[in-house]
């Protein structure tokens, strides 16, 4: 096969440590060509999605991992799989992309994760479709809402829609001095939506990133662990990643998603578990491929393939 990794800035990717790579090296190893290209590079003209791409080899070799070659245009279509793996922010641009990569689809490209289903599942507001699984939660610009709703749960935590890798999520208690500063400050005085949920004291334990590849389940979760003095698991934020074996609670939530988002068209998914509740579903670009392969041997990127490979057979 060959296939088009739509990433950030090659230099930019950690190799040591990202899931993108883990991919590109897993495909590479089973005899599949890789190219890569950033969201700038592709364009529509005369009816067909083009993108600007270079042949890519990658190593082993954290620190010279790869060797792009002479950029080239190539239809989208031309590809067997097309990878939109930017990361977020997911603001107009990454929309935009969508548009356009929805054209490549009509055009005939297999493009994963699919557009559409990226644009319908925002990260934190998706956990609406799967209600039992959710802690008790507010989505709202109203502060007088969020105000009543820290009053009934006592202890809660306030992130904006937008936020990635813990950014602008604070924990709230009812006799927070500072509670209406925090409300006006994370909801900008009402001209930014707010989801609160109701604090979850098993984040002490980690913040558990489950994945899941084509709808099945990875068997180990990457617990990620809040630095002392922290709320927050994200690894971007400090925190500790841990692979454990799921939880039989886990697998419940992760085998009852697992069929609807591939369904959908979601190839990788990261669901965000803490404790017994499930808090955000990850569709843009989820990590810990390496972390937990890493620390249990599993091969995660190896997974993916076997699973990009059945998908282009069937298509």
Request: charged share 25%; net charge negative.
């Amino acid at each position: 096969m060959e296939l088009a990794f739509i990433v950030d800035p090659l230099d930019s990717l950690k190799a040591y440590k990202d899931s993108s790579v883990s991919m590109m090296r897993a495909a590479q190893a089973r005899g599949h060509a890789l190219f890569a290209l950033e969201q700038s590079d592709i364009f529509w003209e005369d009816g067909a999605t083009c993108a600007r791409v270079r042949p890519l080899t990658v190593t082993a070799d954290d620190h010279d991992w790869h060797d792009a070659g002479e950029a080239l245009v190539r239809p989208l279509s031309s590809f067997s799989a097309v990878l939109m793996r930017k990361d977020p922010p997911f603001d107009m641009e990454y929309v935009y992309s969508t548009y356009v990569l929805e054209a490549a689809e009509r055009e005939g490209a297999r493009v994963y994760n699919r557009p559409r289903a990226i644009r319908d599942h925002n990260e934190k507001m998706a956990i609406a479709q799967f209600r039992e699984f959710v802690a008790p939660t507010l989505v709202t610009r109203d502060t007088q809402l969020i105000g009543e709703f820290i009053d009934a749960h006592e202890d809660v935590i306030l992130k904006p829609l937008d936020g990635m890798g813990g950014t602008s999520i604070f924990r709230v208690r009812e006799a927070d001095p500072n509670r209406n500063v925090i409300i006006e400050t994370v909801g900008h005085h009402g001209r930014r939506t707010v989801m609160a949920q109701r604090y979850i004291p098993e984040i002490a334990e980690g913040d558990k990133r489950i994945l899941l590849i084509a709808g099945e389940v990875v068997p180990y979760a990457l617990a990620r662990i809040p630095k002392p003095g922290e709320t927050r698991g994200n690894l971007a934020a400090g925190g500790r990643g841990v692979a454990r074996p799921l939880s039989v609670r886990d697998r419940q939530i992760a085998e009852a998603l697992g069929p609807k988002l591939w369904a959908e068209g979601l190839l990788v998914v990261g669901l965000d578990v803490i404790g017994d509740y499930l808090t955000e579903i990850n569709v843009t670009s989820p990590t810990c491929f390496v972390e937990i392969a890493q620390q249990t041997g599993f091969d995660v990127g190896g997974r993916f393939v076997e699973a990009l490979e059945r998908a282009g057979a069937a298509s």
